[in-house]
């Protein structure tokens, strides 16, 4: 990130969007350009180095789409179908997803830290190398995935399923879990406390 990354309003910190000089909160006619942003998101195949930050996505379908170097910072995302959705070096943190299907999806060295989901399935999912420190997760279903070195620091678990998936170099530490099932994972593998590391 680079000085000219912020906005140009005065006195704003945050990042400007992708072609834009300011950022979503004092970007001339909010509305009418968000709606530009995600109906060019749904209609391309893939998106590469795009900045979107502040970003509410509601009941879309960004399926079978690729992302590559995006950032979605302080985002949120309610009803979006991410299925087998390709996400490389992507940075969501700080977003709520909320009754989002990421199922078959493939995200690798990409950063969901300080999110929350609330009813959403990554089911058969391979999230290889991905930040979900201090995340939030609640009724979200990550069963028949690959976990391969993510990490779940301080993470807030609760009816959340790690069921049948490989969890090696998967890091739980310091997390809360409430109702949370790793039945059938390789629970060994992965590190659990500061000590396994």
Request: with cysteine; hydrophobic share 35%.
């Amino acid at each position: 990130m680079t000085f000219n990354d912020l906005c140009t309003y005065p006195g704003c910190i945050n990042l400007k969007l992708s072609n834009f000089d300011y950022c979503i909160n004092h970007i001339p006619e909010k509305e009418k350009i968000q709606e530009a942003i995600e109906r060019e998101i749904t209609m391309k195949p893939s998106l590469s180095e795009s900045r979107a930050n502040g970003l509410f996505v509601d009941t879309r379908s960004w399926a079978r789409k690729k992302f590559t170097c995006c950032t979605f910072l302080n985002s949120q995302f309610k009803n979006v179908d991410f299925s087998e959705t390709k996400l490389r070096m992507c940075i969501f943190d700080f977003s709520t997803f909320e009754n989002c299907n990421f199922k078959k999806s493939d995200i690798q060295f990409s950063s969901f830290a300080g999110s929350q989901f609330i009813n959403c399935d990554f089911t058969g999912s391979d999230i290889l190398q991905t930040n979900f420190n201090d995340i939030t997760a609640k009724e979200t279903n990550f069963n028949d995935s690959d976990l391969y070195n993510s990490s779940f620091i301080q993470a807030k678990l609760s009816n959340t399923m790690f069921r049948n998936c490989n969890l090696k170099k998967t890091v739980f530490i310091r997390d809360f879990e409430e109702q949370v099932s790793f039945k059938f994972s390789n629970t060994r593998e992965a590190i659990f406390n500061q000590e396994d590391i």
